[in-house]
């Protein structure tokens, strides 16, 4: 798998941190590792399933375009692949709680939404007739 590049003026990137370890098996865009440039640090997503073999260490200043790590897609998922993965790509454990936190936020933020909605409006001051009268004066000058 190579760097890619995170920006158009940007040549080289810093391995930050590895998310995995060398002979894991990955899911296809999972995040693998972190990589710092001069702008930002960014997520590195596998970019197929299969079992990982890391080719730089952290700390290694790479090329944009490098080889870092290689993906063997013949590789068969173990049985007991890492929790983390499955659920990092929507996988089935885990998932029906995730939506159903998504559900509860959905919920509580419509209901702070139509609490708002409800709340009493502040009271708009009223024209007096002076007001009324000095507008057209204040527009001739």
Same mark, same amino acid.
């Given at each position: 798998?190579?760097?890619?590049?995170?920006?158009?003026?940007?040549?080289?990137?810093?391995?930050?941190?590895?998310?995995?370890?060398?002979?894991?098996?990955?899911?296809?865009?999972?995040?693998?590792?972190?990589?710092?440039?001069?702008?930002?640090? @960014?997520?590195?997503?596998?970019?197929?399933?299969?079992?990982?073999?890391?080719?730089?260490?952290?700390?290694?200043?790479?090329?944009?375009?490098?080889?870092?790590?290689?993906?063997?897609?013949?590789?068969?998922?173990?049985?007991?692949?890492?929790?983390?993965?499955? !659920?990092? !790509?929507?996988?089935?454990?885990?998932?029906?709680?995730?939506?159903?936190?998504? @559900?509860?936020?959905?919920?509580?933020?419509?209901?702070?939404?139509?609490?708002?909605?409800?709340?009493?409006?502040?009271?708009?001051?009223?024209?007096?007739?002076?007001?009324?009268?000095? @507008?057209?004066?204040?527009?001739?000058?």
């Amino acid at each position: 798998m190579k760097v890619p590049s995170p920006g158009e003026s940007i040549t080289e990137v810093e391995i930050a941190e590895w998310l995995v370890e060398d002979g894991d098996y990955v899911e296809k865009d999972q995040a693998i590792a972190e990589v710092d440039s001069d702008k930002a640090t @960014l997520e590195l997503p596998a970019e197929a399933s299969g079992t990982i073999t890391l080719k730089a260490e952290v700390g290694d200043a790479v090329a944009v375009g490098a080889v870092v790590c290689l993906i063997d897609t013949g590789a068969e998922k173990p049985d007991g692949a890492s929790k983390a993965a499955s !659920t990092a !790509t929507g996988g089935d454990e885990g998932s029906s709680s995730n939506a159903e936190k998504d @559900l509860d936020k959905q919920k509580a933020n419509k209901d702070k939404k139509e609490d708002s909605e409800k709340a009493p409006q502040p009271a708009q001051a009223k024209e007096t007739y002076a007001s009324v009268l000095l @507008l057209p004066l204040l527009r001739k000058f």
